[in-house]
C-alpha cells in the first residue's frame, strides 16, 4: 500500500539524521534560500547521538587527526596523507562556517586533544611512519607521539 505524506509535498528538503553534517547543510541552505522549507528527521530520541556526539567521534573523524585510514600505507611503504589533508581542510571550513553562525565562537568550539591508539608491531611501526609522515607537512606539525604503555 502506497501511502503519501502532505508535508513531504510542501518540504523543498528533507534530511535524514540530526547530526552536525545535516545541520550544517540545512544551515547552509537557508543561508541560500531563506524560503526553503527544510525538514530533518532523527531516529534518536535527540540530535548529534551518533557519529557526532562527542563520545563516539569527538571532532576526530571531521579533523582527519586520528582515524588511520585516512593515512593508508601505500605498496611502496610511503603513507598518503592527501585524504587527511583534504578532510582536516573541509573540517577547518566548517569551523569557520559555524564561528561565523554562532555569536560567541569560543563557548561552542574548543579544541580537544585527539589520541589514536593501535595494538601489535605492525600496527605501531605503521603508527610511527604515519606520525613521521604527518608531522613532516606544517598542517600537524605541532601533533605529538608518545610510545608509552597505558595501565
Request: glycine share 6%.
Amino acid at each position: 500500500m502506497t501511502t503519501t505524506n502532505s508535508s513531504f509535498n510542501e518540504t523543498d528538503v528533507i534530511l535524514v539524521g540530526a547530526g552536525i553534517m545535516s545541520t550544517t547543510l540545512a544551515v547552509l541552505l537557508k543561508e541560500l534560500d531563506p524560503n526553503l522549507k527544510i525538514e530533518l528527521y532523527e531516529v534518536r530520541g535527540s540530535a548529534a547521538q551518533e557519529s557526532s556526539n562527542a563520545w563516539n567521534n569527538a571532532g576526530t573523524g571531521h579533523a582527519a587527526l586520528c582515524e588511520l585510514n585516512y593515512t593508508p600505507e601505500k605498496s611502496d611503504g610511503h603513507i598518503d596523507i592527501s585524504k587527511a589533508l583534504q578532510v582536516n581542510t573541509e573540517f577547518d571550513l566548517y569551523r569557520q562556517f559555524w564561528a561565523y553562525l554562532i555569536k560567541d565562537p569560543q563557548s561552542f568550539i574548543h579544541p580537544v586533544p585527539h589520541c589514536s591508539f593501535v595494538r601489535g608491531q605492525n600496527n605501531v611501526a605503521f603508527l610511527k611512519k604515519r606520525f613521521a609522515a604527518l608531522t613532516a607537512h606544517p598542517l600537524y606539525r605541532g601533533m605529538e607521539y608518545s610510545d608509552g604503555v597505558l595501565r
